[in-house]
């Protein structure tokens, strides 16, 4: 006699129908938000993936409820919407935190520092990958790299970058974040709980005052390049060596030590640097669109 994969609890990802249902004022609310995403769209179908941004919105990550939601309104079956809501890292299959924190671990960001802020953050919290503390406010994940790397080591908090953090001023950001305390991302816009950024993801404006035109610039490492093809001297490349401070290799010598707000990239610049460590705030700079 042969068993079934849940007469052996092996789950095969696929959700239990049926799904419980929406009460009826947020289905209708859900159905209003579908037709305007929908709309944009020539081909229905292609709003699929706004349209789970949609329903993690709703519950703070995507339920079954959400992809038979996704299912009616697209007429596709929820074998079809599983599919994608589980290829991609972006749903999140399970409760989670009003903050996702999320480290990079990619080369870069490892090296810079990353590694050492993930392992201290697990013990910090009281979590690993993927899991929220108690409260509900922080749930901690590896993330990829997310084209920030001259600002490395990254951390991003609902998808908003917080540059150049360590593993003091990570500690202080989720000790803020679970405080309610007010944090301030790096650059970009201000930031806001898990549902409301998956609404924004969905195709929603983001109607804060001056979150719109709040806006991050390229870094002056990421501008190196285009001062090269100026014709202007590149920034001498500038090393710590583990015994010392910053070197000049092509000087052979110590360097002058900017002040953060003169400081070419992370790779020289003060470790203790963050928008929310006060005492080197990491904005904006000139260069952009010069
Ligand atoms: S490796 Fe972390 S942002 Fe690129």
Redesign the pocket.
């Known amino acids: 006699m042969t068993t079934s994969s849940s007469e052996r609890g092996v789950s095969l990802g696929m959700p239990e129908l049926p799904a419980p249902a929406y009460p009826d004022d947020v289905r209708a609310r859900l159905e209003t938000d579908a037709r305007e995403i929908i709309a944009r769209y020539p081909d229905s179908r292609s709003a699929l993936l706004p349209l789970l941004h949609l329903v993690q919105s709703e519950e703070g990550h995507v339920t079954r409820t959400g992809m038979q939601f996704c299912a009616d309104v697209l007429n596709l079956t929820t074998a079809e919407v599983t599919a994608v809501a589980t290829f991609y890292t972006m749903y999140r299959r399970k409760p989670s935190g009003d903050y996702q924190v999320g480290v990079?671990t990619?080369?870069?960001?490892?090296v810079m520092g990353?590694d050492a802020i993930f392992e201290e953050l697990q013990e910090h919290l009281g979590v690993g990958n993927g899991e929220t503390t108690d409260d509900g406010k922080v749930t901690l994940e590896h993330i990829e790299?997310?084209?920030?790397?001259d600002?490395?080591?990254?951390v991003m908090v609902n998808w908003e970058f917080f540059d150049n953090q360590t593993p003091a001023t990570v500690k202080r950001l989720v000790d803020d974040l679970r405080a309610g305390r007010p944090v301030e991302p790096t650059r970009g816009a201000p930031l806001c709980t898990f549902k409301e950024t998956a609404r924004m993801l969905a195709g929603f404006p983001d109607e804060r005052p001056g979150a719109v035109e709040a806006s991050g610039s390229a870094g002056p490492a990421s501008l190196v390049g285009l001062r090269l093809a100026r014709g202007e001297a590149a920034p001498a490349r500038v090393v710590h060596p583990r015994d010392g401070g910053p070197h000049d290799e092509r000087q052979d010598r110590p360097v002058h030590q900017p002040s953060p707000t003169e400081h070419l990239s992370s790779h020289d610049a003060p470790q203790d640097t963050s928008a929310s460590d006060p005492a080197h705030p990491a904005g904006p700079t000139a260069e952009e669109g010069e």
Not at 106 to 110: I, M, P
């Open positions: 990079c990619n080369t870069l960001c490892a990353g790299c997310n084209a920030a790397c600002f490395a080591p990254v």
